[in-house]
């Protein structure tokens, strides 16, 4: 067993629209490679610093995440008859951890990234930031039944 360290810069596009790795930022590693019959397992973790943007305020924030990584790399000389088999595979001694990480790392990504846990949202009514504006934010409400008033007393006018 081999324990390996180390960074690798994000490629681009690595996330979903609502929350991503930016590029060109490290990556940290911490994986163990096992030799076993088929290939080379490689389990461990992935840290990554992430951006988003609120799915209540839309508010961009930064977060960071730490997934685990488990896959096993199979040997070239297995046969790869299925052109749709995706395994992964052990080129010389190279593993190309790429789409193993892109994997690991969206699927763990949260469908509806928050700011913040508590995160208030947006006022329906004016879309201000509830979190800036403070708990006493309220707009005159207009009882829906004298609302239609106005309108009635313009069209009296007319006639
Ligand atoms: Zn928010
Ligand atoms: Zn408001």
Redesign the pocket.
Known sequence: MKRVVTQLLAPAELGTPMIHVPSGVPIELDLRLEAVMEGVLVSGTVSTPLEGE??????S?EDETTVEIRELFYYQDRAFDDPDDDSLQVVGDHLDLEPALRDALVLGLPLSP???PD???LCADCGA?L?ELGPDHTHAQVDPRWAALPSLIENKEKD
Do not use: T
């Not at 609120?54 to 508010?59: E, G, W």
């Open positions: 609120c799915s209540r305020c839309l508010d924030f928050c700011c913040r995160c208030a949202g930031r979190d």
